[in-house]
């Protein structure tokens, strides 16, 4: 399978070449070619194992592995997960169901992308016998995930830039508390935004992308797309057959990668009638969707801070499709979004996506309603998905982390405080980060001292 540009760009490259780039050349992002049918046999009765469905999914993509190598790359990425189905289908009530997707290293949905990720990177450095430096920006939980996936790994180096002061203490935790010498977690003075914006900049620059050997861990990387697809079949083969017809996702983002995952592997085929986009106050896809103008405002710090994003990056492949694959277009919009700060989409059309968005105050109200109707707790961001629910037919709420990373929202929401031994082991551990100007200058002379 050939990737190519959102902005066209250079040549079509192979899987491994879009995933060791990340970005590409002329600063748009990879995606497949064209999007194959998504085979019937994987839309089974019964859920597959959740590696078994992921290597049927990824062999359509990932052309340059053998089959036995690449059963061992996903094995190897999805067996240290807390619950035997790695993502499993809680039942609420007759058309409620949450895809719990918090049983990974790091407790969040990340985990699917990061740790095949992880695995990949592994298996690069063992095939080149060349050393890579992974650059990264986290609204709180990419950046767990990924050190969980490459901590302590031979031939890499991990920098996360994330907004100090920003994220949940237990996820600063999660990045800063590993113990590993080749974990570099960054704190800067501003928003994800602008850490997201610093490694854009430095991933454009390609002389020193390629002198430091620079790969992507955000979603910019089209794999970690291409892995989140597979929890939306495994989610659609856990449904009641009678529950498989008029079917909602309810995806809290951000970033708009999680949804926007989603959304192409319905375009493969997956029978979905529709998408939720369920935002916080830093509602940019909310305003986008409702008014066909993406236009970024002021972060506004909130209780769901992973979502705490004005600049979603996915948002550039979803304009690519908008536009029937037409990179000029994408790249003069995307040109105009840099020149202006916001693009206003000419016939715009939200395809089968709807929007919510939750203030602070209705994150707590959800949390409190979720547990007393239904005796289930989420967490923040998964609580801006019960937000404005019509139950008339079946929806599909992603739980994006476990609430336990969370404690002081939901203890503020229901007077409970969730743990998990993982995190209270890392209570007790000593903080280590690397604070740095919050400047594309002062990170890449950052990296050029310390990377490999």
Not at 161 to 179: A, N
Not at 286 to 292: I, P, Q, W
Request: proline share 5%; charged share 20%; with cysteine.
């Amino acid at each position: 399978m050939d990737f190519v540009s959102t902005r066209g760009g250079g040549e079509p490259v192979s899987f491994t070449e879009a995933f060791a780039r990340g970005l590409a050349p002329d600063g748009g992002l990879y995606v497949p070619r064209h999007l194959p049918i998504l085979p019937q046999s994987i839309l089974v009765e019964e859920a597959l194992p959740y590696a078994a469905l992921a290597w049927d999914f990824l062999s359509l993509f990932d052309t340059d592995h053998d089959s036995d190598h690449l059963i061992e790359i996903v094995d190897r990425s999805y067996g240290d997960f807390s619950d035997t189905m790695n993502a499993p289908l809680q039942q609420l009530a007759d058309n409620l169901f949450v895809l719990e997707l918090f049983h990974g290293p790091s407790l969040s949905f990340k985990d699917f992308g990061l740790q095949l990720i992880g695995s990949l990177f592994e298996e690069q450095i063992e095939r080149t016998g060349e050393t890579i430096n992974v650059l990264g920006a986290t609204s709180g939980d990419t950046g767990s995930a990924a050190i969980h996936g490459l901590a302590g790994k031979k031939g890499a180096k991990v920098f996360i830039l994330y907004p100090k002061g920003r994220i949940s203490e237990l996820q600063e935790r999660q990045m800063t508390c590993t113990g590993a010498d080749n974990i570099y977690p960054i704190p800067i003075e501003g928003t994800f935004d602008d850490a997201q914006a610093i490694v854009k900049e430095l991933m454009g620059d390609l002389a020193f992308k390629e002198k430091m050997r620079l790969s992507a861990i955000n979603s910019i990387n089209v794999v970690r797309v291409l892995a989140q697809c597979v929890y939306y079949v495994h989610a659609f083969t856990q449904l009641p057959p009678d529950n498989r017809d008029d079917i909602s996702f309810v995806v809290p983002t951000g970033n708009f990668g999680n949804i926007f995952a989603g959304w192409m592997v319905h375009q493969m085929g997956l029978p979905v009638d529709r998408f939720v986009v369920a935002t916080n106050q830093n509602d940019i896809l909310y305003r986008l969707f409702n008014t066909g103008e993406y236009k970024p405002d002021e972060v506004q710090p909130s209780h769901a801070p992973s979502m705490d994003i004005q600049v979603a990056s996915n948002f550039e492949r979803f304009l690519y499709y908008h536009n029937e694959k037409n990179a000029k277009a994408t790249l003069a919009q995307m040109e105009q979004f840099k020149k202006d700060g916001s693009i206003k989409i000419a016939n715009f059309n939200a395809s089968n996506f709807a929007a919510t968005r939750s203030t602070d105050e209705d994150i707590l109200a959800n949390i409190r309603m979720v547990k007393e109707q239904y005796d289930y707790v989420v967490d923040p961001h998964t609580a801006c998905g019960f937000q404005d629910l019509d139950l008339s037919s079946t929806h599909v709420v992603l739980a994006t982390a476990h609430p336990a990373k969370f404690p002081a929202i939901i203890e503020k929401a229901i007077g409970e405080t969730p743990t998990d031994p993982s995190l209270e082991a890392i209570k007790k551990k000593k903080m280590v980060s690397y604070p740095v100007e919050a400047s594309a200058a002062a990170v890449r002379a950052f990296l050029e001292e310390n990377g490999l």
